[in-house]
T-cell receptor, first 112, second 113 residues
Framework: SQQGEEDPQALSIQEGENATMNCSYKTSINNLQWYRQNSGRGLVHLILIRSNEREKHSGRLRVTLDTSKKSSSLLITASRAADTASYFCATDGETSGSRLTFGEGTQLTVNP | DAGVIQSPRHEVTEMGQEVTLRCKPISGHNSLFWYRQTMMRGLELLIYFNNNVPIDDSGMPEDRFSAKMPNASFSTLKIQPSEPRDSAVYFC???????????FGPGTRLLVL
């Protein structure tokens, strides 16, 4: 299976609610990134967390990293309809150089 | 900055034809990546270059695929001959250092009939 695997595959919530997406990976990493993809568009980087960090914030985004469990979570607070998109985690792997491995993504739908 | 530029945005071709996808990375970026995205296989790395040199092409599916980067501002991904199973969205991404944020282009949506 892929290095990064998101859970759930799809998530539907109401505007104003929080959305939590999880990512698990298998090998040691240097950093983990989260990207967003709107339908028909390219991926856009959201946030990067390094292996020695446990939590990071950026606006309404909160990312956690648990290297002992090889997992990360992305929390979007006070969601908006415009947050509707697919969200991917990407890991680099200690031995993969700059090569990123992307998970299959979580499709988030925020209903107005 | 215009971001990563890809052309064409859409390509429809017939099986057996040659397809060339183009990418202009962000100025100053020294790493360039080609990805393919399909519903079945998700986002796959095909090849990446660092300072115009191919570093890892293990993701290139077969000999029908080739990629070049003749200079720091231009790269091509060529499929010859194309097959229906090559239908996908092909993304180019660039970055200014190893293990850093990648900036994606808008993608080329390829349909091989």
């Amino acid at each position: 299976s892929q290095q990064g695997e998101e859970d759930p595959q799809a998530l539907s919530i109401q505007e104003g609610e929080n959305a939590t997406m999880n990512c698990s990976y298998k090998t040691s990493i240097n950093n983990l990134q989260w990207y967003r993809q709107n339908s028909g568009r390219g991926l856009v980087h959201l946030i990067l967390i390094r292996s020695n960090e446990r939590e990071k914030h950026s606006g309404r985004l909160r990312v956690t990293l648990d290297t002992s469990k090889k997992s990360s979570s992305l929390l979007i607070t006070a969601s908006r309809a415009a947050d509707t998109a697919s969200y991917f985690c990407a890991t680099d792997g200690e031995t993969s150089g700059s090569r990123l491995t992307f998970g299959e993504g979580t499709q988030l739908t925020v209903n107005p | 900055d215009a971001g990563v530029i890809q052309s064409p945005r859409h390509e429809v071709t017939e099986m057996g034809q040659e397809v060339t996808l183009r990418c202009k990375p962000i100025s100053g970026h020294n790493s360039l990546f080609w990805y393919r995205q399909t519903m079945m296989r998700g986002l796959e790395l095909l090849i990446y270059f660092n300072n115009n040199v191919p570093i890892d092409d293990s993701g290139m599916p077969e000999d029908r695929f080739s990629a070049k980067m003749p200079n720091a501002s231009f790269s091509t991904l060529k499929i010859q001959p194309s097959e229906p199973r090559d239908s996908a969205v092909y993304f180019c991404a660039s970055t200014h250092g190893l293990q850093e944020t990648q900036y994606f282009g808008p993608g080329t949506r390829l349909l091989v009939l």
